[in-house]
């Protein structure tokens, strides 16, 4: 079993970056594929980008591919995600996820929230002028 952790979340203006961190806690994180996922007020929660256990194979929704970037160092068992380029709309919450049973598919994004048995707490990102 996992305990994940975010961290990095804040208000940051129309363009500029954030880094988030996800640290895990528990048996395996190594053997885990991570998700992050975000919900914005008022929508559903979406996935926006995955990793698999080695951080070599990674996926991401359209609408963040190009500006973010998801990397893990298990070292530390912690999984990030640089954000650049924000917009008003990257505006959510944002999860880390995980289940022993998710991979992370390299060529179809599409991890669903209901297959997640991990979940952190979430980490608040406001875009704002």
């Known amino acids: 079993q996992l305990q994940l952790v975010e961290s990095g979340g804040g208000l940051v203006q129309p363009g500029g970056s954030l880094r988030l961190s996800c640290v895990a806690s528990?048996?395996?994180?190594?053997?885990?594929?991570i998700a992050w996922f975000r919900q914005a007020p008022g929508k559903e929660r979406e996935g926006v980008s995955c990793?698999?256990?080695?951080?070599?194979?990674?996926n991401y929704a359209d609408s963040v591919k190009g500006r973010f970037t998801v990397s893990r160092d298990n070292a530390r068992n912690t999984v990030y995600l640089q954000m650049n380029s924000l917009k008003p709309e990257d505006t959510a919450v944002y999860y880390c996820?995980?289940?022993?049973?998710?991979?992370?598919?390299?060529?179809?994004?599409?991890?669903?929230?209901?297959?997640?048995?991990?979940w952190g707490n979430g980490t608040l990102v406001t875009v704002s002028s």
């Open positions: 990793i698999n256990s080695s951080g070599d194979s990674t």
């Open positions: 996820a995980s289940d022993p049973l998710f991979l992370c598919d390299p060529y179809e994004f599409s991890p669903k929230d209901y297959d997640m048995d991990y």
């Open positions: 528990g048996i395996g994180f190594d053997y885990y594929d």
